[in-house]
């Protein structure tokens, strides 16, 4: 009788490189510094999603980590200075490429001179009924 066949060495996961994700926090950091100072933006939520950086609204105040997406960055090849491409979050979900690329500082301009209107601070006051009384 023959042993039984020994099972193929399991393969491990690759270990992320730290190098990697300390970068890829870094951006985040540089993605919420550069929209500052592009603006009143300050309340908006920057967070990775895979290669992506994803920039949100907050949710509302009895919920704020509801929060939607705005528009996300998407590194583009992996070339010294990086470029980023950018995505506009539509109500159906998805994502909607932009005609946008380009070095990171170019690409938030540009998102914000094209997105304003979905960037700013949410202003309705909490009771929208509509009534003076």
Do not use: I
């Not at 951006?27 to 550069?34: A, E, G, H, K, S």
């Not at 070339?79 to 170019?106: H, N």
Request: aromatic share 6%; proline share 13%; net charge negative.
């Amino acid at each position: 009788m023959r042993p039984p066949k020994s099972s193929p060495k399991q393969r491990t996961a690759p270990r992320p490189n730290t190098n990697d994700e300390r970068s890829r926090d870094a951006f985040v950091d540089l993605v919420r510094t550069q929209l500052v100072a592009l603006g009143d933006y300050g309340h908006l939520h920057v967070r990775r999603d895979g290669q992506h950086l994803v920039v949100e609204q907050p949710g509302p105040p009895d919920d704020p980590e509801d929060r939607w997406p705005v528009f996300r960055l998407t590194p583009l090849g992996g070339g010294l200075p990086p470029c980023f491409g950018l995505s506009f979050a539509t109500q159906e979900g998805r994502w909607e490429k932009l005609p946008v690329t380009g070095l990171l500082a170019d690409v938030l301009s540009s998102a914000v001179e094209m997105l304003a209107p979905y960037l700013e601070p949410d202003t309705l006051p909490s009771d929208t009924s509509g009534t003076d009384n």
